[in-house]
C-alpha cells in the first residue's frame, strides 16, 4: 500500500523542510507521493519551478513494477527497481533516506540490519511504521506488500525522537551532531496529528479541544534527552 496512513506526512514534512537535505534516497517510492512533496518542499517552493533549476537529488528505490507512473519521471532523478537489500550497497551516501510504510515488510532481523545500514549511508534516517500489529497479506497484487514485523523505538539506532502518528509511529535518527540540534529544537514545534478521539468540536469546547491536543501531543511524542 502507498501509503497507509495519511497523519504522519506533515510530520515527516516538518522535519524534512526544516533539515533541508540536499540529496534524499526514498525507499519505496510506491505512487510517488513523497517524491512530488520533497520536490515541492525543498526545490519548487524556492521558485526554482523548471527542473533544470533543481538543486536537490531526490532517488528512489522500488521493487514493484506495478506503481510505476508519470510522476516518478517528473519528481525523481532517478528510480532503481529491486530489492533494497540488494541496491543499497550500490548507492552513494545521501544527507536523508526516508524508508515511510516499508520496515514492517521484512523480518525483524532484516529491518533492524536495514536501520543499521542505512545509518552507515545516511545521516538521518526518517521512517514510519505501523503502531501495532497490523497483518496484511499481499496488496493489490504485490507480495512485498505483507507485513512480516511490528516494530518499536527498541529498534532503532541513533534515534533522537519518534511520534505517534495515528496508525502508524513516526521515528528520527542522526549520528551527526547539527542534524541534531535541528531535529531537537524543530520537535517542540511539530504539527499536532489530532488523535481519534477527540472530536471537532466548536464553540466553548474549542479551547478544551486544543489543550487537550497539547497533552496528547506530549504524551505521544519522545525526544531523546541530549547527553553530554
Known amino acids: 500500500m502507498p501509503i497507509s496512513n495519511h497523519w504522519h506526512i506533515p510530520t515527516v514534512l516538518h522535519y524534512i523542510t526544516a533539515l533541508k537535505p540536499l540529496r534524499v534516497l526514498d525507499v519505496g517510492v510506491g ?18 519551478i523548471r527542473k533544470e533549476s533543481w538543486l536537490v537529488t531526490i532517488d528512489g ?9 508519470p510522476v516518478w519521471d517528473y519528481a525523481y532523478n532517478k528510480v532503481l527497481m529491486g530489492d533494497v537489500r540488494t541496491k543499497l550497497d550500490c548507492l552513494e551516501c545521501y544527507d536523508l533516506i526516508m524508508c515511510n510504510d516499508v520496515l514492517e515488510h521484512f523480518e525483524e532481523q532484516e529491518a533492524k540490519q536495514l536501520i543499521r545500514k542505512f545509518s552507515e549511508k545516511s545521516s538521518v534516517l526518517i521512517a514510519t511504521a ?29 534515534l533522537i525522537a519518534w511520534k505517534h502518528t495515528g496508525a502508524t509511529n513516526f521515528f528520527i535518527c542522526s549520528n551527526d ?13 511539530c504539527p499536532v496529528a489530532r488523535p481519534e478521539m477527540l472530536p471537532v468540536v466548536e464553540g466553548k469546547f474549542s479551547g478544551v479541544c486544543r489543550r487537550l491536543s497539547r497533552v496528547w501531543l506530549r504524551l505521544t511524542t519522545s525526544v531523546k534527552p541530549h547527553q553530554r
Request: charged fraction near 20%; glycine fraction near 8%.
Open 31 to 48: 505512487m510517488g507521493n513523497y517524491g512530488f512533496l520533497l520536490r515541492q518542499n525543498l526545490d519548487i517552493n524556492y521558485e526554482r
Open 61 to 69: 528505490i522500488e521493487v514493484f513494477e506495478g506503481y510505476r507512473n
Open 130 to 158: 505501523p503502531s501495532y500489529n497490523q497483518p496484511q497479506g499481499a496488496w493489490g497484487g504485490n507480495e512485498a506488500e505483507t507485513h512480516r514485523c511490528a516494530l518499536s523505538a527498541n529498534n532503532f539506532i541513533n
Open 177 to 189: 551532531q547539527k542534524q541534531i540540534a535541528i531535529i531537537r529544537k524543530v520537535s517542540a514545534r
